[in-house]
């Protein structure tokens, strides 16, 4: 124990202690500075503003200042396809050069969801599911039906619409609503060139009534004469049930 005393008291010690200090602290230095040099330590810019942008635009943009990119999309209604939405370092955020940025884009092909069940459901109700599916609201339009605003058939690009069936977010439903009158109104017939007992019968079919009956000019045979006009006619709005309607016959 002693020897190991006096050897580090002997100036080889002292040397190979100041040599190895200095080793040290050398390889301190040129590890900081080493890294510093590869991280490029004081060298950083700035994140360009993209967000509002068109892709190609931003894309431009990125290349020109050394950065790389990565693109997710989303789709969304009445919103400009290739339209940058998010980015991700914010604008202004201070990054490496070749720093990857991530960018959030507007889809041109919008996704399909499988179409709701409709029919039945209130005119409301119905236009709160279409909303929560993302689907658009087209023409409305009655037909003669006891229940009022009722849902009674779905319709896309003119034809019938199942539920279930997959569809573009984003298309345009017409809705067939019931008019709340369909029990009490019908549409008049066309009763022209009929006889008598063949226009009560028609008026008989959609539960109305033969009115007043008058003959134009000498009449021969009534079992053969034809009608050639009638109050109300055809044009009309719809009539209630029951309502009489008058003809005018002759010989033809």
Request: a negative charge; zero cysteines; charged letters at 20%.
């Amino acid at each position: 124990m002693n020897k190991f005393f006096q050897y580090l008291r002997t100036e080889t010690f002292r040397k190979t202690l100041i040599a190895a200090l200095i080793a040290l602290v050398v390889f301190f230095l040129v590890i900081f500075f080493g890294l510093r040099q590869y991280t490029r330590y004081d060298e950083s810019i700035l994140v360009p503003q993209l967000k509002g942008m068109l892709i190609n635009e931003a894309v431009e943009k990125l290349e020109s200042q050394g950065f790389s990119y990565d693109l997710d999309s989303v789709y969304q209604m009445d919103a400009r396809p290739g339209l940058v939405i998010e980015q991700d370092p914010d604008p202004n955020t201070k990054v490496k050069e070749n720093r990857t940025l991530y960018l959030t884009i507007i889809t041109r092909t919008a996704p399909e969801v499988a179409f709701p069940d409709l029919v039945e459901k209130t005119f409301i109700e119905a236009r709160a599911m279409l909303n929560s599916y993302g689907l658009k609201l087209g023409d409305t339009t009655y037909i003669p039906d006891i229940a009022r605003d009722v849902v009674l058939d779905v319709k896309f690009g003119g034809e019938k619409l199942n539920a279930g069936r997959p569809i573009p977010k984003g298309s345009i439903i017409d809705l067939v609503l019931g008019d709340g009158r369909g029990a009490n109104e019908v549409q008049v017939p066309d009763l022209t060139g009929l006889t008598l007992e063949q226009a009560r019968f028609a008026l008989r079919g959609v539960s109305l009534t033969l009115g007043a009956t008058n003959y134009m000019g000498p009449v021969v045979d009534s079992l053969s004469a034809v009608i050639v006009s009638q109050t109300p006619t055809p044009e009309n709005p719809r009539v209630s049930i029951g309502t009489p309607v008058n003809v005018a016959l002759t010989n033809q």
